[in-house]
């Protein structure tokens, strides 16, 4: 279906869909793509009718996990590229989502002791580093948090990759022998990192780890270790917190770290679905109050640990499902399992990645944007979670592509940011940011989108407008359209629906005289 060459091996990968004849060609990314359109065409209820006529499935088990980037609405033409991001958590394992198909990985590093131990990687290296391939339990953490912010979804094709897919990667370790997470370990992690940090290119930190108890009015040395990383330009995103209580722990409880708290998104695109999470919040040092943002902290795809007991459990469920096989069904649901080599998680330590993500691109869209900058940034284009708390939810929850738009629009001032397009007496007006595009069109339902649609002209490099059209009252969908070939919804425009083939159209409502 998609026209590319594939071998016999990755055709055996779709064997557990009902509905795959090997003789149709269909590989596992068609497979999963088509599943992927059919929930977005008819929703999960018919997507999941349609499976169970094959065997029973629990709905929120499978083939229902909307991919990290469709769900946020992230820009497609951004992914993190040339930004380097580092990650501290207990442990990782150098997954092929990171490693393939050439290496993103620069730096290993061990903060549990002085000096830190420091492993070099080269994009042509297969990485390794002591205990590696160890498949511990504590791997799997780090593993998850490093593909979340910027696997590219190899073993699914591309499908369940993160927002900054194509970003470089240092990874720290921070458990100890003992299976502790100090604030020490953190610390000294950050101390390194304000001091190579620069030199190797990192500009965010994300960290999924809490230290010690504090006191919440008393500073504390890892607070202080944020604060020096954020002076030399460097963005640190810390995770809330899972208790849903009023309670953080560092580095959650640093004044100058974006702090995220969870949100559940219901795996659905529309915003009046959503609710906060069970996350942490509350008052950080200095009485500053968290979280700052919230995120998807649940109905997260990520990889299943390779080498582990899971991995091997989960290429015979998928290999013996049958509809005469309630065990195979029963486990798949119970271990979250999407494919052979995915699963779907929850947690505040998957949220705060995803923030990560969106900073990278945004950094790639703007990378003159401070840290401070940044900040505002994602937090002016963040949305609101209805009826939830203020202190839940900060200032909402994230919008990777508004954010991307709007660190755009801060290459040519703030007078050129809005959200569009511009309803005005005189007509609508579309504009985009794109720098590397060299035509711009805008097609909609308003004339059953022929082409070739409403010219857009470049007003000054990198910065498109249209003349204003005139609509009368009502609703209406439409595209971009860059270099006469690559399809874009508006990303300065959070209005979105399905487009009946996978991707989103932009919308808008004209009501004047209203």
Known sequence: MCGNSVSKAQLAEAR???????????????????????????????????????????AEAAFGVLPTRLRLHADPRFSGRGVTLALVDSGFYPHPDLVRPRNRIRVWADATHDPVSVFGFERGDTPKWPDWDGARSWQWHGTMTS???????????GLYSGLAHAAELVLIQVRDSSGHISSANIQRALTWLREQGPELGVRIVSLSVSGDPVSP??????DKAVEALVEVGINVVAAAGNDGQRRLLPPATAPLALTVGGLDDKNVFSHDEI????????????????????????WVAVPVLPGTSIAH????????????????????????????????????SFAAPIVASAIACVLEANPALS???????????????????????GAGAVSPGQAVARALAERHGRAAWQVTPLLSSNGITFSLHDHAASKVQVLGSWDNWQAPGIPVASVEPGYWQSAP????????AYKLLLDGQHWLDDPG??????????????????????
């Open 275 to 298: 609710s906060v999470w069970h996350s942490n919040y509350g008052a950080g040092s200095n009485e500053v109050p968290k979280p700052d943002l919230v995120a998807p902290s649940i």
């Open 16 to 58: 557990w869909y009902p509905f795959w004849n090997r003789d149709d060609g269909g590989c596992p990314a068609c497979v999963q793509q088509n599943l992927l359109r059919t929930l977005l065409a008819k929703g999960d209820a018919a997507l999941h009718e349609a499976i169970q006529t094959a065997w029973p499935l629990d």
């Open 217 to 222: 009015l008393a500073g504390n040395a890892v």
């Open 371 to 393: 840290p401070l900058l940044v900040r505002d940034v994602l937090k002016e284009t963040a949305h609101s979670v209805p009826g939830a708390d203020q202190e839940r939810q």
């Open 469 to 476: 059209l005139q609509l009368p009252n009502g609703r209406y």
């Open 147 to 157: 593909t979340v912010a910027a696997g590219n979804g190899f073993l699914s094709h």
């Open 493 to 514: 425009n959070p209005h979105k629906i399905h487009d009946g083939n996978g991707g989103l159209n932009s919308t808008f409502i004209v009501q004047l005289g209203r």
């Open 313 to 348: 459990e989960a290429e015979n469920l998928f290999a013996r499902r049958t509809p005469d096989d309630p065990f195979a069904q029963h486990r798949i649901v119970e271990l979250k399992l999407i494919t052979t080599h995915y699963q779907h998680v929850e947690g505040t």
